[in-house]
Nanobody, 120 residues
């Protein structure tokens, strides 16, 4: 599994970004994909997860209503739409493949992450 997350960058509060997570070896099609983030000096935290078929999603309370996770298995890509960004959303965002869970240890494969910086 070779995961790659991209789409991060610099945004202002209230802006939107869309992150993408691709899997070059197509092994994520039958697995759940999760997004996690880690802010400077903080532990990695769960953001959102989506089942292999896209029919079930889960969100952290802190992003519910602002972020949307989706997937296109024909493109082996999972998306995380970030709307109404806040400075506290600043973090490195990681995608991971595994069991649909808010627990990071349930994910077997991780990508290198993409940095999102939100200014006020």
């Amino acid at each position: 599994v070779q995961l790659q997350a991209f789409g991060g960058g610099l945004a202002q509060a209230g802006d939107s970004l869309r992150l993408s997570c691709t899997n070059s070896r197509r092994t994520s099609r039958n697995n759940a994909v999760g997004w996690f983030r880690q802010a400077p000096g903080k532990e990695r935290e769960f953001v959102a997860a989506i089942a292999w078929n896209g029919h079930s999603t889960t969100y952290a309370d802190s992003v519910k209503g602002r972020f949307t996770i989706s997937r296109d298995n024909t493109k082996d890509t999972v998306y995380l739409q970030l709307n109404s960004l806040k400075p506290e959303d600043t973090a490195v965002y990681y995608c991971a493949v595994g069991l649909k869970s808010y627990i990071s240890s349930q994910y077997m494969y991780w990508g290198p992450g993409t940095l999102v910086t939100v200014s006020s």
